[in-house]
């Protein structure tokens, strides 16, 4: 079956949809993203998402093209249109087709993209092995905060990670830990979950709300906070999060092992307790 994608109003197959070339996402990185999860053709969190949707699109000042009915209905209509159970969603919108020029063009009309890729699972290996991960300096812009669609430093930082046989980096600004190069970071100390407070040099995370809210609702301690690239390495456990990748333990940092090495206890509840989250979501019975 043809994957079939969104692009300005339209459902077509994936090889059929065209974008000008001087539409300024191409030219400028003049946009912003979404990656939405759908369980069982449910979507996860639509709210959550649509709303930091919003706020990076204020943000950049480009108008919303749709209202939050538009979006939903779309989006169900996209996975109907492709095959698959569980899905990633991506959605990207741009300021549109215009002359070069630095200064917002006016009356520009918003190219909005979406597309449906199967979402598979973690490999087993990894939930029983845990990844590797290195610390990096945060070379990204101020306002990250903002999903835009230039992820050019993200990009080198992840390969960073990538030729050292790690799969993410840790980004450390000003000795405090911010984020992964593509997800959030948690660490567990004592039996206490920390994550670092949001800011605007960290992705608000809606996975990473998520698990504090699962941690909260089962009397797992947690808190945000500062975090340090020393405490991260006097971690008993270390995580990171995202739509895509859910949580993941981090069980080596920079050639050096996270507690005893393997994927801890408090993160083993936590994952099972998401996974319950995640059945009723597919059900009906969650959000």
């Not at 070069?100 to 063009?105: D, I, L, V």
């Not at 980096?169 to 190069?181: K, N, Q």
């Not at 080596?252 to 005893?260: A, N, P, Q, R, S």
Request: proline share 7%; hydrophobic share 40%; with cysteine.
């Amino acid at each position: 079956m043809r994957k079939i994608v969104y692009l300005n109003g339209d459902f077509l197959p994936e090889e059929q949809a065209m974008v000008p070339v001087m539409d300024r996402g191409f030219i400028f990185g003049d946009g912003v993203y979404e990656v939405i999860p759908a369980y069982g053709g449910r979507l996860f969190r639509l709210e959550e998402h649509l709303h930091r949707l919003d706020n990076s699109l204020r943000s950049v000042r480009i108008k919303n093209p749709l209202n939050r009915r538009q979006w939903r209905e779309m989006l169900e209509s996209l996975i109907e249109k492709n095959e698959g159970v569980h899905h990633s969603l991506y959605l990207q919108i741009t300021r549109g087709v215009a002359p070069r020029e630095h200064a917002f063009p006016p009356d520009c009309e918003p190219t909005v993209f979406a597309s449906a890729s199967p979402l598979k699972p973690m490999p087993v290996d990894v939930l029983e092995n845990g990844i590797k991960a290195i610390s990096l300096e945060d070379i990204r812009w101020r306002f990250c905060h903002i999903k835009a669609i230039a992820l050019l430093p993200n990009i080198l930082l992840r390969q960073q990670a990538i030729d050292r046989d790690a799969q993410e980096a840790i980004l450390v600004r000003d000795g405090e830990v911010t984020e992964g190069s593509a997800s959030n970071v948690f660490m567990v100390k004592h039996g206490v979950v920390k994550t670092p407070i949001k800011s605007s040099y960290l992705l608000p995370g809606i996975t990473r709300d998520l698990v504090l809210e699962i941690a909260h609702a089962n009397d797992i301690p947690a808190e945000e906070c500062s975090i340090s690239p020393e405490d991260l390495t006097e971690a008993d456990e270390i995580w990171i999060s995202s739509s895509t990748k859910e949580i993941l333990p981090v069980t080596e940092l920079d050639d050096h092992d996270v507690g005893d090495g393997k994927p801890g206890p408090i993160w083993a509840r936590m994952i099972s307790l998401y996974q319950e989250h995640k059945a009723k979501l597919a059900s009906g019975d969650a959000r």
